[in-house]
């Protein structure tokens, strides 16, 4: 993966000096020393222990992704306080997202692949380090050694012309806040009857915390998914088709599709007057 610039020990900092601590004031509520929190804060430990990033979530009020990777110096007074409040808008969530991965002999990511069959488990699964290595692996070529990438199938005729039973390589995405409108992409999600589903989606993270999910296919209206109920996103990279596809007679045309819809909302018009 690539590097990051982390600004956890500048974050302490400012949000002890904020609330008006000093430092032994704060190293007695988060049960440390002193001199470990004066390190911390200094920059000279350079991999704090995940229970001490816990300690001072809680303590702060503010998500483990956010101490790490938003720089609070640049930040109003007011957007600090919408982070307190849980509003964590800055950042994909509250909690640090681990993803479970497996690689091969020259330690480099494999290209996992969700088949049909597994999709169900996967958002009891996708944290499980044993339960993602039970998955088959592939070694594709094209792809960026600095991505994380796995293979989800997909199915019905949402998003046409990408067939049914067609698998879609998806980049892993940390900073959900980064998707350009319009992206194509693999959303697992936590709640509903579809664990797994492929949409071009709109980006309405910061301003409603929600994605709006749309179909290519016209005949299916775009819904709205909350932010929390999403577990990972995936961007699209590319696709594998196990079947070809007649232009003719399996993709029918827009203006067809069209047609179709105006006789749709004709027919429900009719119904509603005759009621």
Request: proline share 4%; with cysteine; charged share 25%.
């Amino acid at each position: 993966m690539k590097h990051q610039q982390l600004f956890f020990a500048s974050n302490v900092r400012k949000l002890r000096k904020r609330k008006n601590l000093s430092q032994e004031e704060l190293s007695n509520r988060l049960s440390m020393t002193r001199s470990k929190l004066a390190l911390l804060e200094s920059g000279k430990t350079l991999n704090p222990p995940l229970e001490d990033l816990l300690s001072f979530s809680d303590v702060f009020g503010i998500g483990v992704d956010t101490l790490l990777k938003v720089n609070l110096q640049k930040l109003a007074e007011s957007e600090i306080k919408e982070l307190e409040a849980g509003n964590d808008i800055y950042t994909t969530g509250t909690n640090i997202r681990v993803l479970a991965t497996t690689v091969d002999k020259d330690n480099v990511d494999n290209v996992e692949f969700v088949p049909e069959k597994a999709k169900a488990g996967y958002r009891n699964g996708y944290g499980d380090p044993e339960w993602i290595a039970e998955l088959p692996r592939y070694s594709i070529p094209g792809l960026s050694k600095h991505s994380k990438y796995r293979i989800f199938p997909i199915s019905g005729d949402s998003m046409l012309p990408y067939p049914d039973g067609c698998q879609i390589i998806g980049e892993y995405l940390e900073d959900w806040t980064k998707i350009k409108d319009d992206t194509l992409c693999i959303l697992i999600l936590k709640n509903g009857e579809a664990d797994i589903v492929f949409k071009q989606i709109e980006n309405r993270i910061k301003k409603e915390k929600k994605i709006l999910a749309k179909s290519l296919n016209i005949l299916f209206q775009p819904y709205e998914i909350p932010v929390e109920d999403v577990i990972e996103i995936w961007v699209y990279k590319a696709h594998i088709a196990c079947t070809m596809i007649s232009h003719h007679n399996e993709i029918p045309s827009a203006h067809i599709l069209q047609v179709m819809l105006e006789m749709k909302l004709e027919i429900s018009k009719l119904s509603a007057a005759l009621k």
